[in-house]
């Protein structure tokens, strides 16, 4: 296991790169942690790409350990830090393609909820996935989104938007 992080990163850059080192070896997996990005806007802090033969095992069952990961970081650089940490974790891409899938199913969601005139919702979400829901059709003025429900059961709906809009 090994970290490259650039030499005068932030603080929270190193903080959250020394959680990931030891987490990494206490779970005592194969893989390699890179710093892609310091300071990613769309994140609002740091984005990690992790890789190797381990990989499989950190994504683990529609990304839930790849989740349980992260927050654990997070929770754990902001203990460190006493303020909230906001960061990434891609496990060989992973992130980048549920993302990426994400926007599609949105758009072509938009587009039968527009034709149709009928609301659809979606099956229930984490919140980093909602988020990209929501800012995918953020700017789509034939439709609205909405989250509803609690907890691991909370889902987005997409409606026609009010004529007042279009």
Known sequence: MRVTV??????????????IEQLVALMDVDVVVNLRSAEREDVGGPVFDINGDDSGLLIGRRGETLRSLQFMVGFLAARK??????LLLDVSGYQERRYKSLNNLARRVADRVASSGRPVTLEPMPP???RVI???LAENYEVTTTSSGEGDGRRITVTP???DYQ
């Open 6 to 19: 650039l030499e005068q990163a932030p603080d929270v850059v190193r903080v959250t790169s020394d959680i």
């Open 134 to 136: 929501h800012l995918a």
């Open 128 to 130: 980093d996935e909602r």
């Open 161 to 163: 938007a009010d004529d």
């Open 81 to 86: 830090m006493e303020q909230r940490v906001n």
